[in-house]
């Protein structure tokens, strides 16, 4: 059961660099989500998609763009990366949007430097 | 805004006692509450997950307590082990919402 996958799992960029972070999931998921953890802020959203084709923003979008072209995938971009886009950045994915658990994937550990 | 804590942020116990972990959360329109594990390092792994209209739920060691009107739960770990050494994580669902709003967590640290 490979369940929520992230690739890849470490990236070091330099500042202006470009980069697309890809989640996979194979629960038929409708529901993905991007959120960054930073050390003392918790996670924080990112971006959403409620289901094949839509995205939308989240707490802290700015920096970041996604696609929702296939339901199994979720892909965060970003297009000119700045040092405080350091983080570990973690996607998880939920059936729907009341009462069920949410999986999440290992993560990938991005520096900017 | 669904704010949530969790408290204390750092706790430090001999082995073989029981513990508790609180969370707190500022709006009761809630779906669910989820308690998830961290290992430093690695990803969230779900511990417990209570839907709004439960008052418990347990695996194994663990229980979660959920009091909706009140905006509280706690996660009790009986007989804590070193293995239980990670960061716990409390997570709300919201009505008003479509994520996750996580606490900064409780470190969690078990020494033999």
């Known amino acids: 059961n490979a369940g929520v996958t992230q690739t890849p799992k470490f990236r070091v960029l330099k500042t202006g660099q470009s980069m697309t972070l890809l989640c996979a999931q194979d629960?038929?998921?409708?529901?993905m989500y991007w959120y960054r953890q930073d050390p003392g802020m918790g996670l924080r959203l990112i971006h959403y998609?409620?289901?094949?084709?839509?995205?939308a923003k989240g707490e802290v979008p700015d920096g970041y763009n996604v696609s929702r072209l296939k339901k199994q995938n979720f892909l965060l971009g970003l297009e000119s990366a700045a040092p405080s886009q350091t983080s570990v950045y973690f996607c998880?994915?939920?059936?729907?949007?009341?009462?069920?658990?949410?999986?999440f994937g290992q993560g990938t550990r991005l520096t900017v430097v | 805004k669904q704010e949530v804590t969790q408290i204390p942020a750092a706790l430090s116990v001999p082995e073989g006692e029981n513990l508790v972990l609180n969370c707190s959360f500022t709006?009761?329109?809630?779906?669910?509450l989820q308690w998830f594990r961290q290992d430093p390092g690695k990803g969230l792994t779900s511990l417990l997950l209570?839907?709004?209209?439960?008052r418990e739920q347990t695996s194994g060691r663990l229980n979660a307590s959920l009091d909706k009107s009140s905006g509280r739960s706690t996660l009790y770990i009986a007989a804590s082990q070193p293995g239980d050494s990670a960061t716990y994580l409390c997570a709300v669902r919201s009505n008003s919402g479509y994520a996750l709003n996580f606490g900064k967590g409780t470190s969690l640290l078990v020494t033999p």
């Open positions: 209570i839907q709004s209209s439960q």
């Open positions: 998880a994915s939920t059936s729907d949007r009341r009462g069920t658990e949410a999986f």
């Open positions: 709006d009761s329109a809630i779906y669910n």
């Open positions: 629960m038929n998921h409708e529901y």
């Open positions: 998609s409620v289901g094949e084709g839509t995205t």
